[in-house]
């Protein structure tokens, strides 16, 4: 469609108007010349439903707070010099990794692979998120995480309400029923980790912060006034290692 019709096209997505940038060129301009015009996303019912209600770093609109969220995850989690921090984590999680494969193969096992991978990263944001890893080797937990991970990503964007609002409320694939089902799941997996970093003592960490320690800490000392909501801080531990799942950005390095 691009070749016939150009770099930059209008479709009418149901009864929503759409623009596609199809080129580098045509991308920089909506994202980086025209930033601030185009920052805000629309509502679609993952945001709400998923999302804390555009609680996260995606999906809130661009001001202070959205602001606060992606300083705070630049300079902390996926800026440069965060990534050379925590660049022993990656390494260590991957030598894990080819470890348990090896211990497989010795045992004549098999090794699913997605599973495997799936644990590795989410044990490398954890470490650097909460200090710990979530899970200590492949099973059942970390098979329920990637399966939600999955669902997560299967469902936030096929709901037919998005594109034609005024048939949302009917719900008529069932597909906002599942996003709220999923969304406690997920609620309750990250309060967990909440309290139970909460109730872990300081000095475990002292003079190494991690991301959620530094999230607690300047939250309240923002030269902005700005603070964050304990749905916002949900809304961005669930937003980073989803997006770590689908990405590979922080992984490369620790190949090197």
């Known amino acids: 469609m691009a ?3 150009g ?35 629309p509502t679609i019912a993952g945001a709400t439903h998923l999302g804390y209600n555009s609680q996260d770093l995606v999906f809130a609109d661009y001001g202070p707070k959205w602001k606060l969220l ?28 080819v470890r348990v494969v090896h211990e497989c193969n010795q045992k004549g096992e098999l090794v699913e692979v997605g599973e495997l991978l799936s644990c590795a990263i989410t044990n490398m944001v954890s470490q650097v998120v909460l200090s710990h890893r979530i899970f200590a080797n492949k099973g059942p937990e970390s098979r329920e995480f990637k399966d939600m991970v999955v669902e997560f990503m299967t469902i936030s964007g096929v709901n037919i309400g998005d594109f034609v ?11 906002v029923g599942k996003m709220k089902r999923l969304h406690r799941r997920f609620d309750k997996f990250l309060t967990d980790m909440i309290e139970e970093h909460v109730k872990s003592a300081n000095d475990e960490r002292k003079g190494k912060p991690d991301f959620l320690d530094i999230v607690m800490m300047e939250n309240g000392e923002d030269v902005s006034g700005e603070r964050l909501s304990l749905s916002n801080i949900k809304a961005l531990l669930l937003a980073v290692p989803l997006s770590a799942m689908v990405s590979p950005r922080l992984v490369p390095e620790a190949y090197d």
């Open 3 to 5: 070749k016939k019709f």
């Open 7 to 41: 770099p930059i096209m209008f479709l009418k997505m149901g009864t929503c108007d759409t623009v596609v940038a199809s080129t580098p060129d045509a991308a920089r301009a909506f994202l980086k010349t025209l930033d601030h015009t185009f920052s805000n996303r």
């Open 70 to 97: 992606r300083k705070l995850t630049n300079l902390h989690m996926l800026g440069w010099e965060a990534l050379q921090n925590w660049t022993h984590v990656r390494a260590i999680e991957v030598e894990h990794m």
């Open 165 to 175: 609002p005024w048939v949302g409320w009917m719900d008529l694939r069932g597909v």
